[in-house]
């Protein structure tokens, strides 16, 4: 990973620039079996720990936050493909063995069933990695009788079916090319579906199959542990970044800013701040997986704090990029500075809506009040 990530971050800016991440590093990683880091070993994954699931992200994330991002997806969605029947494995890794699934989960199109599936309509946002996957894990509310509440389904959809558009014009991640992508009453047969509480409770039928407890495991009480890691790696980075630039900047007296107290200071709160939350990523992942190995599920307390932490990390990350771009004044408000695409990295990465503080800390006091969560995400 260490040399992929070195060409990611030589090509940081371009990649900031084409709002896609560089061709060359997703075929470094593809060819050094970084997709298939969590992939069922029965398909030729590697089925590695969670712990150093994060660790790759991190190291790639310090060098360029939208490969980091795209990786972090990539990767993590062939869990959600080993949840579906064995039919829909069998299709997708047989054909390709290396075939990834993009981001789609919100359930914002709509799935008439037919004949031996559904008929799938809609569009989704924020599809991260769409330009190099193979498939769309895609949401959608299932259309029902009259009167009854829609049902929600995960579907898998081949991108021959999708239409990508090209509209991902933002401020940070830019590089992640997290288009919308959109689909017409696209036919998906009844294997290539998943209940949507099956995927987010872990008792999906094709996880059954599998004893590595990420597959088992409710969804949100670890996925978005590696969104959160982008976030650790950027902040890391961002730390090393400011502290060469500290160590050599001139100020008026004829000192160096690394000189001044404050300046120290910022920089060993900020580094510590980033480090705590790789450690609290870690511990309240290898936690829960320690809890589905043991018991087969989880409590809903767990889950309520594997969320909060999720988010409290991101927060603190974010708040230790913010105390150093602050600190690094007018030089790196620069289109070109590497600070200034990293604190913009590290914004879009605190507005994932799995990473909203607000949101997970909420659920996390309604549990611990004992009142039931009105949070779809747990």
């Not at 981001?103 to 989704?124: L, N």
């Not at 259309?143 to 509440?149: D, I």
């Not at 480090?275 to 309240?284: D, F, P, Q, V």
């Not at 408000?333 to 909203?356: C, K, P």
Request: with cysteine; proline share 3%; hydrophobic share 45%.
């Amino acid at each position: 990973m260490q040399s992929i990530a070195k060409s990611a971050g030589e090509r940081a800016a371009q990649t900031d620039r084409d709002r896609v991440v560089s061709a060359e590093v997703v075929s470094a990683m593809r060819d050094a079996g970084l997709f298939r880091a969590l992939q069922p070993a029965r398909w030729g994954g590697a089925e590695i720990d969670n712990a150093e699931w994060l660790d790759l992200i991190v190291e790639l994330a310090r060098e360029c936050g939208s490969s980091a991002w795209v990786y972090s997806v990539l990767s993590a969605h062939a869990t959600a493909i080993a949840c579906f029947p064995v039919e829909a494995q069998t299709e997708i890794w047989t054909e390709y063995p290396w075939a990834v699934a993009s981001s789609a989960v919100a359930p914002t199109a709509i799935a008439r069933r037919v004949d031996g599936g559904f008929a799938v309509s809609g569009k989704w946002s924020f599809s991260s990695g769409c330009d190099y996957a193979q498939w769309a894990l895609a949401g959608a509310r299932v259309e029902n009788g009259e009167g009854e509440a829609p049902g929600m389904i995960f579907t898998l959809i081949p991108f021959k079916d999708i239409r990508i558009e090209d509209d991902w014009h933002v401020v940070g991640l830019r590089g992640t090319g997290s288009k919308s992508i959109h689909v017409a009453d696209v036919f998906v047969p009844e294997y290539r579906t998943l209940p949507f509480r099956q995927l987010m409770d872990g008792n999906a039928i094709g996880a059954l199959d599998y004893e590595t407890p990420y597959y088992r495991s409710p969804r949100h009480a670890w996925a978005p542990s590696g969104l959160a890691a982008v976030g650790v790696g950027i902040a890391l980075g961002f730390v090393g970044k400011f502290t060469a630039y500290a160590r050599d900047r001139k100020i008026l007296n004829g000192a160096t800013m690394g000189d001044l107290d404050t300046i120290q200071l910022k920089i060993s709160e900020s580094a510590a701040e980033a480090e705590a939350a790789l450690r609290i990523l870690k511990a309240n992942t290898a936690e829960a997986m320690a809890e589905v190995a043991a018991t087969g599920t989880l409590t809903i307390g767990t889950r309520a704090r594997c969320r909060r932490d999720q988010a409290f990390a991101t927060r603190l990350c974010m708040v230790a990029v913010d105390r150093l771009y602050t600190a690094a004044g007018a030089y790196a408000i620069y289109e070109g500075n590497s600070m200034q695409q990293a604190f913009r990295d590290m914004h879009a990465v605190a507005g994932q809506v799995v990473l909203n503080f607000d949101a997970a800390g909420k659920s996390f006091s309604r549990v611990m009040m004992g009142r039931v969560p009105d949070d779809m995400l747990l």
